[in-house]
């Protein structure tokens, strides 16, 4: 598996009970804070081992970082990567750096998983629910916090937000105990991208309950204000001629819905039979989790009601 349908990691088959996960992710600071950056980091590149139903296994370094910088700042950022690593369960066992004008950060990941339990993003089917594990708004939340107009509250939570490992629900989604059609997990091109890209893969349409999508608090005002990252509008762009809004729906809703994410939630689709179940093993793994939307017949594309 690999560029085909626009999965989050690599798959090769080494063995017929055995197949390799591979992915790589790094990029410049998303906060102030050394340690902070780069278990966030580390946690983004973990979810996408997780979005193939797959167990790491042992990750590596990648940084950028000036030659101006104090050391200890980097020390810190690769302080913060270990402790998600340790907290995965994986060594890191070495990587590479380069000087750069900015710092940069993550993690290249390998991972294992049986080669007909992975889990992609590509096989959603009509009658399916979409599920999802972490509210949105990272990205506009981030901006603000750059800009200074970020309270305290908001902060804090979106920095435990993007640090939080999606393992739990990872694990869930891979038990066996329910089926799961389709996985992927909301980053960079944000929940209409990612929910995009799967309804491409499955040749269905999504609908979404606007009413049933969680958004971090402060996190709509903010989009109203203007406080929202340039990718996230490019987002927006990219998908506007395959979605579908309520007539007279504010832009600023619109960009919420498209923004980018930084190690955002996994988002699932999930036969309705096994809905119910895969609600319980998740609440019961301490995984807060709502139901957004199903999928449906009809050209790829997604409806937004609500």
Do not use: C
């Amino acid at each position: 598996m690999g560029f085909n349908t626009n999965d989050d990691a690599a798959v090769y088959r080494v063995a017929p009970g055995l197949a390799l996960v591979s992915t790589v992710d790094f990029f410049p600071p998303v906060v102030d804070d050394p340690f902070q950056f780069g278990a966030i980091a580390a946690a983004n590149a973990l979810s996408d081992i997780y979005a193939m139903g797959a167990k790491p296994l042992f990750a590596l370094n990648l940084v950028g970082f000036p030659k101006d910088r104090p050391m200890e700042e980097l020390s810190r950022i690769l302080a913060g990567g270990q402790a998600k690593a340790d907290e995965a369960g994986i060594p890191i066992l070495g990587g590479h750096s380069i000087q750069d004008p900015e710092p940069k950060y993550g993690l290249a990941v390998t991972g294992q998983v049986h080669p007909k339990k992975v889990l992609t993003n590509a096989g959603a089917k009509p009658g399916d629910v979409l599920m999802l594990t972490k509210p949105l708004g990272s990205g506009i939340a981030t901006t603000a916090i750059k800009r200074g107009v970020a309270s305290k509250e908001l902060t804090k939570r979106v920095v435990a937000l993007m640090s939080e490992l999606n393992k739990k629900s990872g694990e869930v989604f891979a038990s066996g105990r329910f089926k799961v059609n389709a996985l992927t997990d909301v980053t960079g091109y944000g929940l209409l991208g990612h929910l995009l890209e799967m309804m491409t893969g499955a040749k269905a349409k999504a609908f979404l309950d606007l009413e049933r999508i969680p958004i971090l608090s402060e996190v709509p005002a903010l989009a109203q204000q203007g406080v929202v990252p340039g990718g996230t509008k490019s987002n927006l762009a990219h998908v506007g001629k395959k979605v579908r809004f309520p007539k007279g729906l504010p832009e600023d809703i619109q960009w919420v819905l498209a923004d980018a994410q930084t190690n955002g939630g996994l988002l699932a689709s999930v036969p309705a039979k096994d809905v119910a179940k895969a609600y319980r093993a998740l609440e019961k793994a301490g995984v807060d989790v709502a139901l957004i939307g199903e999928v449906g017949e009809g050209r790829p594309g997604i409806e937004v009601v609500g």
